[in-house]
C-alpha cells in the first residue's frame, strides 16, 4: 500500500508514524503505527522501521510504501537551548520566548554579562543551540558583544543564533571567524528591536532550521537521513505550527497537551484592545509554556501533593488505603474505572494549574493619583476555542467537561478564556504530525485537523 506521507513522532519513549494519503484532493488519516524509539540503541531508525511495520500490521496490507516521510522528535533529549540575553524582562524574555514557540526545552537562562559559573553552567549543559540576544536595536552594545566572545571561546561546538542589537552583528561574525566558528554562527533580526516590541517569528523559524541541520548529530540520530526525506521539527514546535494555521482559520485559541510528565500550553492571540491598553510588558502573540512539575505519569506525585490527599479521598470516594494502592500500582495507560477517575482527576488539576500559570492577571498599582488597575502576562479573554491534544485530552471520557473548568475556575484576577469558548478534541491525536505536514502541505494540513477536531 502506498501513501503520499508518513509522518513520525520519534518520542523519547515511543516512536510513532500516521500515514496521510490523497493529500491534493481529499485529506485522508490512514492509520498509525507505534513501536519502542530506540535512540538509546544508538539508531532511532530500528525504531522507526518497527513503526512502520506495526502500521503495516494494523491496516493488514502486506507492505508500506510512501513517497515522503516527515518528522517531529523530541528524542535525544528534545531541542535543549540556553537563552542569554541584557534584561531579564525585556530581551531575556523575549528570546526565551522565541525558544519555547520553537519547541525548545530550556535548561538556562542568564540576563547581563556571563560569569564563568554561567559558563560552566552551559558547558555542563551541553545544549543542541545558544541563542544571545541583548540591546534594543542601535541601543546598548558591550554586553551581548561580550557574551558573544564568551561564548565563541568555549571549548563546545554548538551552533549559536545571534538575535540581538543589529550594530553588534559584524562584530559578533567577525568574533566567530576569529574563533573558526564561523560556521556554526546565525545572524537573525533582533528579538526586541524596540522597548516594548517583540519580535520572536524570525528567530523561532532559524532555531527549527538549525535544530533540522544538527539534529542528526545528536547521539542515536545520525542515520534518522537514511529514511526522513523531509522537514524535522521538535515536536512542541510541531504543536505551535499547527495551532498557528488553525488560529488563521478559526480564531483565537489555546491548546493544552497534558502528557507523563510535563503539560504543555500554546496560546494563538492578541489579547483584547481593553487589555493591551492596560498591560504593562508586551506577550507574543504565538505563546509556549511548559510546565515540567504537571504530568500525569513520571510526575503524577507531584498533581497529588498539589491537589491534597485528603481532597483526592473525597473527589474519589475513597479511603486511605485505596489511594496508597491507585498511587503505587499507577499505569501508563489507565484501564479501571477507578484509574480512569484518577488520571480525570490529575488531568483536570493540571489543565486548572497550567492555565493559571500561562495567563497574565489584573494588578494594583499605587501612585500620586492612587490606585490604578494594570494587567500583566499573557490576555487569554479574546480565546474562541480551547482544544486539547495529547494522550489524556484525546481519550479521557470527561476530557470536555475538564478544559470547561478552565474558564470556571476563574477568581475575576486572572486574564482566562471566558465561559463562551468553545472546546475542540484532537481526536486523531495527530496534531504534532499536522504541523510538520503543513511545512509542505498546508491546506491539506488545516483540512486534516478540522476533521479530527470534527468541525467537517
Known sequence: MKFDVLVAEIGSTTTVVNAFTNLSTDPT???????????????????????????????????IEYNELLATSSAAGGLKMTVHGLVYDMTAKAAREAALGAGANIHLVTAGRLRRSDLKHIESIMPNIILVAGGVDYGERDTALHNAEMIAGLDVKVPVIYAGNIQNQDDVEEVF???????????????????????????????????????????????????VNGPIIPTPGAVMEAAKLLKEELGDLIVFDVGGATTDLHSVTEGSEEINRILINPEPTAKRTVEGDLGVYVNML????????EKLMQDLNINSNTLEHLIETHPPIPKTPLQIKFVERLTLEAVVQSSHRHAGAFRDLFGGSGKTRMAEGKD????????????????????????????????????????????????DYIMASLGVLSKEYPEAALKLLKKSMKLI
Do not use: W
Request: proline share 5%.
Open 29 to 63: 488519516f490512514v492509520g498509525q503505527g507505534q513501536a519502542p524509539t530506540t535512540v538509546l540503541d544508538g539508531d532511532v531508525t530500528i525504531g522507526l522501521s518497527n513503526a512502520i511495520d506495526d502500521l503495516r500490521t494494523n491496516l493488514k496490507v502486506d507492505n
Open 177 to 227: 571567524e576569529e574563533c573558526n566558528k564561523a560556521e556554526l554562527l546565525y545572524v537573525v533580526e533582533n528579538v526586541y528591536p524596540k522597548i516594548d516590541v517583540l519580535n520572536v517569528e524570525p528567530t523561532r523559524k532559524v532555531i527549527q532550521d538549525v535544530f533540522e541541520e544538527h539534529i542528526v548529530h545528536a547521539p542515536g540520530m545520525s542515520h534518522v537521513r537514511d529514511m
Open 302 to 309: 507531584n498533581i497529588v501533593e498539589l491537589i491534597g490527599k
Open 380 to 427: 487569554l479573554t479574546s480565546i474562541q476555542y480551547i482544544i486539547g491534544t495529547g494522550g489524556a485530552l484525546t481519550r479521557l471520557p470527561n476530557r470536555v467537561d475538564i478544559m470547561r473548568e478552565v474558564s470556571r475556575s476563574n477568581k475575576g484576577n486572572k486574564l482566562l478564556p471566558t465561559p463562551e469558548a468553545k472546546i475542540l478534541v484532537d481526536n
